[in-house]
């Protein structure tokens, strides 16, 4: 073999050995990563659970709907609990009600409340709703009808201190109210905001 022919393989053999070497070195880095990255997935997949856990702990709602097509069934209303008959989603289960139609608070916190509903038609009159806590109106929502005798939807929300065992309903005071049976307009809704333990 000629002087160039053994310097050339020499040259391909070391060539060879730094490319496994490299190849070597890049798996270790490799799998170093993901060794870093799986325990980061790890960890987060506790904290993750761990919020869920403890956000259901903290978690309070409800939203329902009345899913007939107008309250009162005949005539127009005077003082009268608004009976939201449908649940479309409540936790904790039965903190809302529907054979009472009141929403029962389940913790001491600062809740908000939302609800909205149209008059009914025709011919359109106005119409009044209260949001009662126990006996003692909270919020009113009044609704009347334009000059050319329109009236759309009408909402009204607040924010309320309420304790544990307290009764938040909605109270029609006069007129009445249409809904939609397969797709409902008057709602009802709540949402615990922050969670007081001790209330004055």
């Avoid at 856990?53 to 608004?82: C, H, M, N």
Wanted: hydrophobic share 35%; with cysteine.
């Amino acid at each position: 073999m000629s002087w160039c022919g053994l310097q050339c393989c020499i040259g391909k053999g070391e060539a060879e050995r730094e490319g496994e070497n490299t190849g070597r070195h890049c798996q270790a880095r490799r799998d170093k990563f993901t060794g870093c990255l799986q325990k980061h997935i790890t960890r987060a997949s506790g904290r993750l659970r761990s919020m869920a856990r403890l956000g259901d702990k903290k978690a309070s709602y409800f939203s329902v709907v009345y899913s007939a097509s107008r309250f009162p069934t005949e005539g127009e209303a005077q003082l009268e609990l608004i009976p939201f008959d449908k649940v479309l989603s409540q936790f904790p289960k039965n903190v809302y009600d529907t054979s009472r139609g009141v929403f029962i608070c389940p913790k001491n916190g600062a809740y908000m409340f939302n609800f909205s509903m149209r008059p009914d038609a025709p011919p359109i009159q106005s119409f009044s709703v209260q949001l009662m806590k126990e006996e003692e109106a909270q919020v009113s929502l009044y609704a009347n009808p334009t000059p050319d005798g329109h009236a759309g939807q009408s909402s009204q929300s607040c924010i309320l201190n309420v304790r544990q065992g307290e009764k938040v309903w909605l109270r029609l005071v006069h007129g009445a109210i249409r809904s939609d049976m397969r797709a409902p307009s008057a709602t009802f809704s709540g949402t615990l905001l922050r969670h007081i333990k001790n209330m004055e």
